[in-house]
């Protein structure tokens, strides 16, 4: 989600985790809602990436900011916990409004990170 939102800021961006959990039929569908396909948008680690091309580096859950490996080079570093909405699983409809929440956190999050960034770029 923090990826198809930096992207509709006209970020390039690579998400990338420590493990491949696949693409969740909940966030697909609460993404479209507002517009934002991720559809084409797959898990990877960040192995499979171009580590050499990353200069902001945003964690949204505590693993992923223990577990990370020290990359240098690195400009900005954010990092905020939000809960794994694919841990609550109670049913189709309340597993969509948590999915909805969280979404609608991460959007905010992720639009203070580029105010920020556009501040340190002048």
Do not use: W
């Not at 580096?57 to 690195?74: F, N, Q, R």
Request: glycine share 4%.
């Amino acid at each position: 989600m923090a990826e198809a939102f930096l992207r509709s800021y006209g970020v390039v961006a690579q998400s990338a985790g420590i493990e491949k959990h696949g693409m969740n039929r909940h966030a697909i569908k609460v993404m479209k809602e507002i517009g934002l396909d991720i559809s084409m948008q797959y898990s990877k680690t960040i192995k499979e990436i171009d580590l050499k091309k990353i200069d902001v580096l945003i964690t949204v859950c505590d693993h992923a900011k223990e577990s990370c490996p020290y990359l240098p080079g690195i400009q900005h570093v954010f990092h905020k916990s939000f809960e794994d909405p694919a841990s609550y699983l109670v049913n189709d409809s309340e597993d969509l409004l948590i999915y909805r929440t969280i979404r609608d956190k991460i959007k905010q999050y992720v639009s203070k990170i580029v105010k920020q960034i556009n501040n340190y770029n002048g």
